[in-house]
């Protein structure tokens, strides 16, 4: 059996067409965070700004003593499942944070309140804690997050404390926030990524057809001619 090339064309664009982006959000925090829809809760003299650290622009925090600096923002699950987060949190080369604490919550707006996802105690880096050290970037995440009904409201809360006693601010950035999840199928309403493969096969049967349909035409000239 013989398969001709204008239907091999479509199985050939669709896996190059075909693209799943699976970002909800992300924020590299090339503005102040208000910007961009985060709600920020600042005390005590302390700042949340944005802050150009080595060739990375990034959230400076700057947590006084005794204060809790934090910055908050709504998300919907609409679509996506299997979602989590990840951020890069780096703690200031020259600062002492053997009494401050770092903490990510999420609010499912269940009427339970904030839900601790990860907290670290002191210097980034000992056992049990996260990894790094001071001025060096840490990876934190991805955090999973609890099931989600698709469609409901969500808050993620990044929260920096310095217990009092500690001496002096002290100071974190915040860079490279993602959040992602694994998009839902709807037998019902067709993903965008299913909508451009269809659209890209279809353009190879329209460019490639034609083309295809003169040498048919023509090889049935030639036959009736011989004949």
């Given at each position: 059996?013989?398969?001709?090339?204008?239907f091999?064309?479509?199985?050939i664009?669709?896996?190059?067409?075909?693209a799943?982006?699976d970002i909800?959000f992300?924020?590299?925090?090339?503005?102040d965070p208000?910007?961009?829809?985060?709600?920020e809760s600042?005390?005590g003299?302390?700042s949340?700004?944005?802050?150009?650290?080595?060739?990375h622009?990034?959230?400076?925090?700057?947590?006084?003593?005794?204060?809790?600096?934090s910055?908050?923002?709504?998300f919907?699950?609409s679509?996506?499942e299997?979602?989590?987060?990840?951020?890069?949190i780096?703690?200031?080369?020259g600062?002492?944070?053997?009494?401050t604490?770092?903490?990510a919550f999420?609010?499912y707006h269940?009427?339970n309140g904030?839900q601790?996802?990860?907290a670290?105690?002191g210097r980034?880096?000992?056992a049990?804690?996260l990894s790094?050290?001071?001025?060096?970037?840490?990876?934190?995440?991805?955090?999973?997050?609890?099931s989600?009904?698709?469609?409901?409201m969500?808050?993620i809360?990044?929260?920096?404390?310095?217990?009092?006693?500690?001496?002096?601010?002290h100071?974190?950035?915040?860079?490279?926030f993602?959040?992602?999840?694994?998009?839902l199928s709807?037998?019902?309403?067709?993903?965008?990524s299913?909508?451009?493969l269809?659209?890209?096969?279809?353009?190879?049967i329209?460019?490639?057809r034609?083309?295809?349909?003169r040498?048919?035409?023509l090889n049935?000239?030639?036959v009736a001619?011989?004949?």
């Open positions: 059996m013989t398969i001709r090339l204008p091999l064309i479509p199985l664009l669709v896996p190059i067409c075909h799943k982006a909800i992300s924020d590299n925090f090339t503005n208000a910007a961009n829809g985060w709600t600042i005390a003299g302390g949340i700004e944005p802050f150009t650290l080595g060739s622009q990034t959230a400076r925090v700057i947590v006084p003593t005794g204060t809790t600096q910055i908050s923002r709504q919907n699950a679509g996506f299997n979602i989590s987060l990840i951020a890069d780096i703690q200031d080369a600062g002492i944070y053997f009494n604490t770092f903490s999420v609010d269940d009427g904030p601790l996802l990860i670290d105690t980034l880096g000992p049990g804690e790094g050290g001071a001025g060096t970037p840490e990876t934190v995440g991805p955090l999973a997050l609890s989600l009904a698709n469609g409901s969500f808050d809360i990044l929260a920096f404390e310095e217990i009092s006693g500690g001496s002096g601010d100071t974190y950035y915040i860079d490279n993602s959040l992602s999840g694994d998009a709807s037998a019902a309403v067709p993903e965008p299913t909508v451009a269809l659209t890209c096969a279809l353009m190879g329209i460019v490639i034609p083309r295809w349909l040498s048919e035409l049935r000239a030639s001619v011989s004949e």
